[in-house]
């Protein structure tokens, strides 16, 4: 218990806390600042995280952030959908547009294999990127995992699963890091390790 502040302060810290990457330091920083700072910017900030919340889902073909059912990469024809790009989660998608290289469609994993974190095939969205195999007539998948144990893991799985369906499966080159994510990725390495992915 944070002491020297009111009961509703230190709710409001320990909330905090629980969004990713905030310790109970930084927490107590942005919790203070709020606080301090002018009642309508704190109105209006929370009223764009309700909207975002209400009006945001996720794509139900490949599991992107998105206003409809589909989101605006699925619905673009201009998109290449016989090459999926397999990432973990849908910020990664971002990352990927950024460089500039890539004009296939992709599909959100939504995590890794992680036995030690419970975290199973049967966890991730792999049942739902077979059956777009067959509908789409993919042709090639690029597994865009991050680079760690867990990443790798993942990588390996998909790769053993999907070769029987006679699909190209191919993974970023080496450009990037072991043990980085597609989040710290700058764009310019990140599109190298498209162009040079390498067949699995």
Same mark, same amino acid.
């Given at each position: 218990?944070?002491s020297g502040?009111p009961?509703?302060?230190?709710t /409001?810290i320990t =909330? %905090?806390?629980?969004?990713?990457g ?9 919790a /203070?600042? /709020?606080l301090k700072a002018k009642a ?7 009223? %764009?995280i309700r909207? =975002?919340?209400?009006e945001?889902r996720?794509?139900q073909?490949?599991?992107?952030? &998105?206003r ?5 990469i699925?619905q673009?024809n201009q998109?290449?959908i016989?090459?999926?790009c397999?990432v ?10 950024r &460089?500039?290289?890539?004009r296939?469609?992709?599909h959100?994993l939504f995590?890794v294999i992680?036995?030690?974190d419970g975290?199973?095939?049967t966890?991730?969205?792999i ?8 509908a789409?007539?993919?042709t090639?998948i690029? /597994? ?7 990443g790798?893991?993942t990588?390996s799985?998909l790769?053993e ?5 006679g699909?190209r499966?191919s993974r970023l080159?080496?450009g ?7 989040e710290?990725a700058?764009e310019?390495?990140l599109g190298?390790?498209?162009e040079?992915?390498q067949?699995?």
């Open positions: 218990m944070l502040y009961e509703k302060v230190q /409001l =909330a %905090l806390t629980k969004l990713p905030l310790g109970r330091r930084s927490a107590e920083r942005i /203070l600042y /709020l309508q910017e704190v109105f209006e900030l929370s009223d %764009l909207k =975002a919340k209400e945001t996720f794509c073909l490949c599991g992107n952030f &998105s409809d059912a589909h989101c605006s699925c673009d998109r290449d016989t090459t999926v397999v973990q989660e849908p910020r990664d998608i971002s990352r990927v547009e &460089s500039g290289r890539f296939g469609v992709y959100v995590g992680s036995p030690l975290i199973g095939p966890d991730l969205r049942t739902e990127l077979q059956r777009r195999i067959k789409q007539g993919i090639e690029i /597994l865009a995992t991050p680079t760690n144990t867990e790798e893991t990588a799985y790769a699963h999907f070769k029987p369906l699909v499966i080159a080496r990037l890091p072991y043990g980085s994510s597609l710290f700058d310019e390495t190298s390790a498209i040079h992915r067949i699995v």
